[in-house]
């Protein structure tokens, strides 16, 4: 499995960042996707899920601000940032679940939101 991030980078407080995640090695439509991010001193949290059926999941500190998709015939899965803000700073991850549990994950892009 391989899972590769694009799209991070250095964006203002107040505005917007689309992430990408291209998956190989695996049958993408089966996989329950999902992006998470680690802050530097903190623990690696969750961002948002998109199940295969399409199903997604943001916890409150996103919810109306992300939007995640994804695009089964290019094995891609997506996280729309808006209205970013100063504590979304962190590298952002993508993994795959087959078995419900996520095993797979990417090398991280790294987003940075300034005042």
């Known amino acids: 499995v391989l899972l590769v991030e694009s799209g991070g980078g250095l964006v203002q407080a107040g505005g917007s960042l689309r992430l990408s995640c291209a998956a190989s090695?695996?049958?993408?439509?089966?996989?329950?996707m999902g992006w998470f991010r680690q802050a530097p001193g903190k623990e690696r949290e969750l961002v948002a899920t998109?199940?295969?059926?399409?199903?997604?999941y943001y916890p409150d500190s996103v919810k109306g601000r992300f939007t995640i998709s994804r695009d089964n015939a290019k094995n891609t899965v997506y996280l729309q940032m808006n209205i970013l803000k100063r504590e979304d700073t962190a590298v952002y991850y993508c993994?795959?679940?087959?078995?419900?549990?996520?095993?797979?994950w990417g090398q991280g892009t790294q987003v940075t939101v300034s005042s």
């Open positions: 993994a795959a679940a087959n078995t419900g549990r996520y095993d797979s």
């Open positions: 090695g695996i049958i993408f439509s089966a996989y329950d």
């Open positions: 998109i199940s295969r059926g399409g199903n997604t």
